[in-house]
């Protein structure tokens, strides 16, 4: 089975600008969460998307948003991007909602000039 | 506001010796605890995990351990070996009403010396 995967792989964008990060989950998998990880610290909680509902948010600005399509892949949009964007950004999938073990994906690597 | 603590940026261990790897919380709340691994250009990949009405969870080489009343836990990895090498985060879950986030620690960076 694939794991999960994230697109696209590398994105430079410039401050003010808009991006959309994409997600697929692991087959069979419903609960999807987004993390951003900045250089030298540990992945930070930004949401997580179960059933398509929204089951958590960490915290970040209302610049940030996410949506879960039917097909339980997910999408992360940042607003007026900042400098202070620019991170790693990782996608989780898991099986269930109350299941504590995720599987991450390689991530998208944002740089904002 | 750091609610998990990795103080240790990096650690070198000799291939064979006994890699052990801390991890302090402060939020009486989280209920599990767990450990991933980190390579270059890949995402975490789960390693081990604890129930906090455990102290201690075992997996072949990779033994967790739980000292509640200290909000501690470590890792231990037995006998350690070269493929180990990589950055070690140490998560906590928090779960409340179905919202639940996992809150990592900084990372440790372990380098298994042949």
């Known amino acids: 089975d694939a794991g999960v995967t994230q697109s696209p792989t590398h994105l430079i964008k410039t401050r003010g600008q808009h991006v959309t990060l994409r997600c697929s989950p692991i087959?069979?998998?419903?609960?999807v969460s987004w993390y951003q990880q900045v250089l030298g610290q540990g992945p930070q909680f930004i949401f997580q998307?179960?059933?398509?509902?929204?089951?958590g948010r960490g915290n970040f600005p209302d610049r940030f948003s996410a949506r879960q399509f039917p097909n339980y892949s997910s999408e992360l949009n940042v607003n007026a991007l900042l400098l202070g964007d620019s991170a790693l950004y990782l996608c989780?999938?898991?099986?269930?909602?109350?299941?504590?073990?995720?599987?991450f994906g390689p991530g998208t690597r944002l740089t904002v000039t | 506001d750091q609610q998990v603590k990795q103080n240790s940026p990096s650690l070198s261990v000799q291939e064979g010796r006994i890699s052990i790897l801390n991890c302090d919380y402060t939020?009486?709340?989280?209920?599990?605890f767990l450990w991933y691994k980190k390579y270059p250009a890949e995402g975490p990949t789960f390693l081990i995990s604890?129930?906090?009405?455990?102290d201690k969870n075992e997996d072949g080489r990779f033994t967790v351990f739980l000292n509640k009343s200290a909000k501690h836990l470590s890792l231990h990895i037995v006998p350690s070996q070269p493929g180990d090498s990589a950055v070690y985060f140490c998560?906590?879950?928090?779960?409340?009403?179905?919202?639940?986030?996992?809150?990592f620690g900084t990372g440790t960076r372990l380098t298994i010396i042949p």
């Open positions: 989780a999938s898991k099986t269930r909602d109350s299941s504590y073990e995720q599987y």
């Open positions: 087959s069979g998998h419903k609960s």
């Open positions: 998307y179960y059933e398509k509902e929204e089951r």
């Open positions: 939020n009486s709340m989280f209920d599990y």
């Open positions: 604890i129930s906090s009405i455990k």
């Open positions: 998560a906590a879950r928090i779960s409340n009403f179905g919202n639940e986030k996992l809150t």
